[in-house]
């Protein structure tokens, strides 16, 4: 790499790493709570509000059902993370949903649950830093006038930090993480405290809004719809949930019952948040609406363009502790940086599976292997683009994203439950303990409970979400299954063609003669070193070969190489449409009909440039030749480099880059192997 480019790259992801430096570090449970759960706990500053803006849809008389689809999401989350508890049990190895679903369902399963978890990733990062920047636009507007350059620019930032090989860091995740769970929890305490005991009377900033319901009088079918619709947004709670169940090798032993705490752990602290908000919301009046310029009615007027609708939690908090009070503004803070880190858990999830994939022979080979910082740098990279995509093209507006979102969970939880089922049956056929069969009957029902309820509810996003977006997420899973086992058939036919015979055939044979065809323009010096070479090779036939395109020229050719005596047979090709590749690739092909076991060996000296302008003007008839010769059987072609005096410079500044070391590239060995520096004592 120049040095142009090193310092910069250098500079933005550090020095290199050795491979041995590719470590493992064990967590405990107060720290893997926030490094595996800060995406579920996270969720909460979002989910509440999308309950209430679907509700929205039939007025504030709806809002009266919100704590009803607070218990069908609690009673969902429940269910969700006893099912995982199962698989963290029985898969300790952390292979997550994919190696439960290949395993027991097969690889087309396995294939649409990694389709899923690649779209749920894409979308993690997009709603995570949408969400964030919302939420810290409460507090700083500035944020959410500019929200589609601000979360790209967070967007980048995590991908810098991500391709620096930054891991989950315990303190990094713990902090933001703790101080948000800790500012929700002081929120509902000192709310319901002043609510029950002191008897204040607190409103959110929207309380005295009035809302112009799309739809009034909902009964029915149509408001069962409208309430199936609002679980469904509120589902986006349990988004996360599974990152425990694949990070299972991470912590401390007894692997498995400490993951299987976090999960119950996190499980209790997103429910209870989540209730906690919803709750609050309904005591403090806040009032949401999809199109809040036009649905937001105050004193008989719409709010208009230039209202900006502050998420729900930032709404309670203000209503709770006081717009502008210290308390408001690190919650807010908190908020925002835990939804970034949120985020940031799909930087580890994504490469991860992209490398098992490619692994498997499912995505370019590229995706597997490390960066400079052990890192999955093209997983990392490729994640940051579309994630960035998306948030351009949705303008950053959460709401909007999660239409797109829950989809890809509930089919990854819904598969995964299900091969669960398979492999408590497979494990049952063959098990006469009966202890062992009465854990394994237990973990059964618990897991086929799960497979039937998101199951359903994957039905009901589906069917109630499908026109709002959901619709995106299903092409997305569709176009990545199509290319992975596109990519899968083509590394099999390859694996297969090139594979070594146990018998004896046409690769293992010896060419009965080769005959070596050296191409010429003109005499020069990179010509007779070309046909030096040739000589050296000792083929059986050895021919000089032009093609006429100006006769003048060749002309010339002709007289000049009589007069230098030079014992290589001439051969001349008519072209007279001025071409230079056909006839060569047509006389080539003629020597291979001619003789089909001999093997032509095609020889062609080529300018070596020391500038990358300088490679434009020289060469690229050479380019043309092998990119074509390249699909002829039995051909082989070899260039005969000629340095030029500016491939001496290069050549200079390629030996001064390699002396000099980069700002951080620096590598030191052990203190023991080090020299020790001269001493300036006398």
């Known amino acids: 790499m120049s040095k142009l480019t090193d310092v910069p790259k250098r500079i933005l992801i550090g020095r290199a790493l050795r491979s041995d430096r590719l470590g493992e570090t064990l967590l405990p449970k107060r720290i893997a709570l926030p490094v595996f759960a800060s995406d579920p706990l996270s969720s909460v500053a979002y989910a509440p509000g999308e309950v209430l803006l679907v509700l929205s849809i039939a007025g504030v008389s709806a809002y009266h059902f919100s704590p009803w689809i607070a218990v069908a999401v609690v009673v969902l989350m429940f269910t969700v993370v006893a099912s995982y508890r199962q698989n963290v049990h029985a898969y300790p190895s952390g292979g997550g949903d994919y190696e439960v679903a290949t395993t027991n369902l097969g690889p087309k399963a396995g294939l649409t649950v990694a389709s899923a978890l690649l779209v749920d990733y894409v979308l993690t990062v997009a709603v995570s830093i949408a969400s964030g920047i919302e939420n810290l636009g409460s507090a700083v507007p500035f944020v959410v006038e500019h929200k589609v350059l601000c979360a790209t620019a967070v967007i980048v930032l995590l991908t810098l930090m991500n391709l ?5 860091s315990g303190k990094l995740f713990a902090i933001p993480t ?3 769970v800790g500012g929700v929890f002081v929120m509902i305490l000192w709310g319901a405290f002043r609510g029950l005991v002191l008897g204040d009377t607190m409103r959110a900033p929207t309380a005295g809004f009035h809302i112009k319901a799309e739809h009034q009088g909902l009964a029915g079918f149509a408001l069962v719809f409208l309430m199936l619709r609002a679980f469904s947004s509120g589902c986006a709670a349990l988004t996360g949930v599974e990152a425990i169940s694949n990070g299972v ?4 032993k007894p692997k498995s019952k400490n993951a299987a705490t976090t999960l119950a752990m996190m499980g209790l602290l997103a429910v209870t948040m989540f209730c906690g908000i919803i709750a609050l919301a309904a005591t403090t009046k806040v009032r949401m609406a999809a199109n809040p310029a036009t649905d937001l009615i105050s004193n008989g007027h719409p709010l208009g363009s230039g209202y900006v609708q502050n998420p729900v939690i930032s709404q309670v908090a203000e209503a709770v502790f006081g717009k502008g009070s210290f308390l408001f503004v690190l919650l807010a803070a908190a908020t925002a940086l835990v939804l970034f880190l949120a985020a940031n858990t799909a930087y580890n999830g994504f490469p991860l599976l992209g490398s098992i994939l490619a692994q498997d022979r499912y995505l370019p080979r590229q995706l597997h292997t490390r960066g400079d910082r052990l890192a999955f740098s093209n997983g990392i990279v490729l994640l940051a683009g579309a994630a960035a995509l998306l948030t351009v093209i949705y303008g950053a507006d959460s709401t909007r994203l999660i239409q797109l979102y829950i989809v890809g969970v509930f089919v990854s939880f819904t598969l ?13 056929a063959v098990e006469k303990d009966p202890a062992k069969r009465r854990h394994m009957v237990r973990s059964r029902a618990i897991n086929t409970f799960g497979a039937f309820l998101t199951g359903l509810v994957l039905v009901v996003v589906l069917v109630t979400k499908f026109t709002h977006g959901a619709w995106v997420a299903l092409l997305g899973m569709c176009i990545f299954f199509a290319t992975m086992t596109a990519i899968r058939k083509h590394y099999d036919r390859v ?21 070596s065809v050296v191409l010429i323009s003109k005499i020069h010096r990179p010509t007779l070193r070309a046909l030096a070479y040739a000589r ?8 000089a070969l032009t093609v006429n395109v100006d006769p003048a020229e060749t002309k010339v050719l002709r007289e000049e190489w009589e007069r230098r005596g030079i014992d290589v047979p001439l051969k001349v ?5 001025r071409e230079i590749t056909r006839p060569v690739i047509e006389y080539v092909k003629g020597l291979r009909k001619e003789s089909p076991r001999d093997a032509v060996s095609v020889i062609i000296p080529e300018y070596v440039v020391g500038h990358w302008y300088e490679h434009l003007l020289h060469n690229q008839s050479a380019l043309r030749l092998k990119g074509r010769l390249l699909f002829t059987p039995g051909v082989m072609v070899t260039s005969v480099p000629y340095q030029l005096a500016s491939s001496e410079v290069a050549r200079v500044r390629a030996r001064r880059r390699q002396e000099w070391s980069a700002p951080g590239a620096v590598r030191r060995g052990p203190a023991g192997e080090r020299p020790k520096e001269p001493s300036t004592k006398d």
Do not use: C
């Open 164 to 168: 620096r090989g930054v891991k989950e």
């Open 573 to 577: 090709l008519d072209s007279p449409y």
């Open 249 to 252: 090798p991470a912590f401390r």
């Open 536 to 543: 050296l090779m000792r083929s059986d036939t050895l021919e």
């Open 416 to 428: 995964s439950q299900t091969g669960m089922v398979r492999h408590w049956n497979r494990h049952l």
């Open 178 to 180: 703790y101080v948000f």
């Open 495 to 515: 694996a297969e063609e090139i594979a070594a015979p146990e018998e004896p055939d046409d690769d293992l044979v010896r060419p009965s003669r080769v005959h």
